[in-house]
């Protein structure tokens, strides 16, 4: 056999390249500007508007025993970062970036901008970095388990927007019913329950009696402010002792894990409640993406019909999903009571299950993403109570440190993550 013969008998092999789609000259020009103006207002405003001096940044759980500290020149490092996002700003109107990297072009700029915000607010004095992380992680626990729950549901093509009241029933539970059983792991179970009887609620009227599912939403968030706070206020509010007085989870340390420098006391030096979020988030992820259920529940959410067609009970898998996304979300409940400051009071969840809903948006239906935003507006929150404190080159209102979670909330979800696409048959309802 020749050689040409046997060239000519080998397949051919085509080559699929993905294309990386530019994006439009009127998007590459506003997000350029705005990274420009941004990193001029950093430079103009926190560089030259830093004190002199040194930022230092505590990087330890105790300075007095194992003192570990950084010091930079306040205002020429955050100069310095601020104008590294005026050239990213630049390279965006002159070039452009990918599509598939103005993700994490902006990201990496919104990063460069809080550091360069950090080096301004502990210009002349010492900012504890670790404390600020670890308190990041304290606020976002709930907002994740809330978003979890979200995701879950959404995914379906169940829109939660009761994740507020889920959240706050599973509050209400775990406080009482670890008080009455001396009990937190009881608690905990309480507050699970609780969640889930909120979302079967929202499971029964959206998916068997089709009612509109926002507006479904907001009823069982009204329901659920409403029944806790009477609740509170025969039970609770008069006999205070008996019935809202629960232990709160206390750290426990991982040996080993939690002896690394700053990783351990950031990650593996916290409460249960913490450690069970960290494997929900690797358990969602995984069975989301990875499982048959997942790709099934992904149909569902996506085209109800065409999963219908092929065997997968479509009905079924909404209720199942719904019910445990609110179980999740019921446990975020706990971590606001015995997770955190024990007793319950009226409206302890305060608007952190729209927020979790906002995280659900802002990750794109993705448990990671969800995390990230999560993180994102916990640590907002976290550095308005560290500013509180902080004496700052120029004094910020408590008023406005205040707004700061939600400033960054709304920032985030409208400015941030531009057109997103949600599951295809979100919010609506199927029939057969």
Request: with cysteine; net charge positive; charged share 10%.
């Amino acid at each position: 056999m020749s050689a040409a013969t046997v060239e000519a008998s080998q397949p051919e092999v085509v080559v699929h390249r993905v294309v990386d789609v530019p994006l439009s000259l009127r998007q590459r020009l506003v997000s350029g500007i705005v990274l420009v103006v941004f990193g001029v207002l950093g430079v103009l405003g926190l560089g030259i508007g830093a004190s002199k001096g040194q930022a230092t940044f505590g990087l330890s759980v105790s300075e007095a025993v194992h003192p570990t500290q950084v010091s930079l020149p306040a205002g020429w490092t955050a100069g310095a970062l601020s104008t590294v996002v005026i050239l990213l700003g630049a390279w965006q109107l002159a070039r452009g970036f990918p599509r598939s990297r103005t993700t994490l072009v902006t990201g990496a700029a919104i990063a460069l901008l809080v550091l360069a915000f950090l080096c301004w607010a502990a210009s002349g004095g010492t900012l504890q970095v670790l404390g600020l992380l670890q308190n990041t992680i304290f606020l976002a626990v709930p907002l994740i388990l809330g978003a979890l729950g979200g995701i879950l549901c959404e995914r379906s093509g169940v829109i939660n927007v009761a994740i507020e009241g889920q959240m706050l029933t599973g509050a209400f539970a775990a406080s009482l019913v670890a008080t009455i059983a001396h009990n937190l792991g009881a608690g905990v179970l309480a507050a699970v329950v609780a969640g889930g009887l909120m979302s079967a609620l929202l499971a029964v009227f959206a998916i068997r009696y089709l009612v509109n599912q926002v507006v479904l939403g907001v009823v069982l968030n009204g329901l659920a402010l409403g029944l806790t706070g009477f609740l509170y206020d025969t039970l609770m509010q008069k006999h205070q002792d008996q019935f809202n007085t629960p232990a709160i989870f206390t750290p426990v340390k991982i040996p080993v894990l939690g002896d690394i420098p700053f990783i351990g006391p950031l990650f593996f030096d916290t409460t249960v409640l913490v450690y069970l979020t960290y494997v929900l988030i690797v358990v969602v992820d995984v069975a989301l993406f990875r499982t048959r259920w997942g790709l099934r529940t992904r149909a569902v959410g996506e085209h109800p019909k065409a999963a219908d067609t092929v065997g997968i009970k479509v009905l079924r898998t909404r209720y199942l999903n719904t019910v445990l996304g609110g179980f999740v979300a019921g446990l975020g409940g706990a971590v606001l009571t015995i997770g955190a400051v024990g007793a319950f009071s009226k409206n302890i969840s305060s608007g952190k299950g729209f927020i979790a809903l906002a995280a659900v948006i802002f990750g794109r239906w993705s448990p990671r993403g969800a995390v990230g935003a999560a993180l994102l507006f916990g640590f907002a929150d976290a550095l308005q109570t560290v500013l509180s404190f902080t004496h700052t080159p120029v004094t910020i209102p408590s008023s406005f440190l205040a707004m700061t979670p939600y400033l960054a909330t709304i920032f985030a979800v409208a400015g941030l993550v531009g057109r997103v696409r949600a599951p295809a048959a979100d919010g609506e309802p199927y029939v057969k």
